[in-house]
């Protein structure tokens, strides 16, 4: 069974075309049945759009077998908090559709989500709304993003620096949140009664951001070499724990089946 990331995993960080294997790996699990739920950190389009958009390129992922953050929001921010939120533009309107209100003078929650293009005035602004008292969250917590082949700093880094300058704890609604994975397990229980983290392999191009607290909570791990770095040597060195398994592509990952 299988919890599977899409960006830099699925499809590529640039084209946004399937990597090589992703189609042949879908095609495979919903073939021989076996349970899998895909795991995404996407918030810049509806829930909707983003899955059919999915389906139009050939990745073959039925409704009852995705997530996303903007799916288990409302879980953990109520849409009656208002909130001061910064993200993309697409981002911001999800928001609004959703029915969040916001206030960038008093809010219950300060919600961070990628954006090209942060300031240190946005920084300086989210600093005083937090110390002021808003809850810091982030959509999740991504190490870092590949975008027109250059690597950027990621929601989780600039969580991490908020609360190291506010001395302020945040909260993630997506991954690697336990609560998201949780939601995830429980969308799985969907297809087979009973599973439990244990028996979960995650396979995503995030080490750090999804498959080491994945690991944490008991499942095995598989890193791949497509989205965030060019090879192992980048980040595992660095690391205290490693992944069970390290694979050039899905396609690698299909063939080790």
Do not use: W
């Amino acid at each position: 069974m299988f919890f599977i990331d899409v960006q830099g995993t699925l499809i590529d960080d640039n084209t946004k075309l399937p990597l090589r294997g992703a189609v042949e790996f879908i095609d495979y699990l919903n073939q021989t049945y076996v349970p899998y739920v895909v795991i995404t950190n996407s918030t810049k389009h509806s829930s909707e759009t983003f899955l059919s958009y999915l389906n139009e390129i050939g990745l073959n992922i039925p409704k009852t077998h995705y997530i996303d953050p903007l799916m288990v929001l409302k879980r953990q921010v109520d849409v009656t908090n208002t909130i001061a939120a910064y993200g993309s533009p697409e981002f911001l309107e999800q928001l609004t559709l959703m029915g969040y209100v916001f206030d960038t003078v008093s809010p219950k929650t300060v919600l961070i989500s990628i954006k090209e293009d942060f300031c240190a005035q946005e920084y300086s602004q989210i600093i005083e709304l937090v110390l002021s008292g808003a809850r810091l969250v982030g959509m999740h917590e991504t190490s870092l993003y590949v975008k027109n082949g250059k690597r950027y700093v990621g929601v989780g880094a600039i969580l991490k620096m908020i609360e190291f300058a506010t001395q302020t704890p945040y909260t993630v609604v997506g991954k690697p949140s336990s609560s998201f994975f949780q939601s995830a397990l429980e969308l799985l229980r969907g297809q087979h009664p009973g599973v439990e983290f244990s028996d979960i392999t995650i396979i995503s191009d995030d080490v750090s951001g999804d498959i080491l607290p994945a690991q944490a909570l008991g499942m095995r791990g598989v890193f791949v070499l497509s989205g965030k770095y060019r090879s192992a040597s980048e980040i595992l060195p660095q690391l205290a724990h490693q992944p069970h398994g390290v694979y050039d592509d899905m396609k690698a990952v299909l063939e080790s089946l």
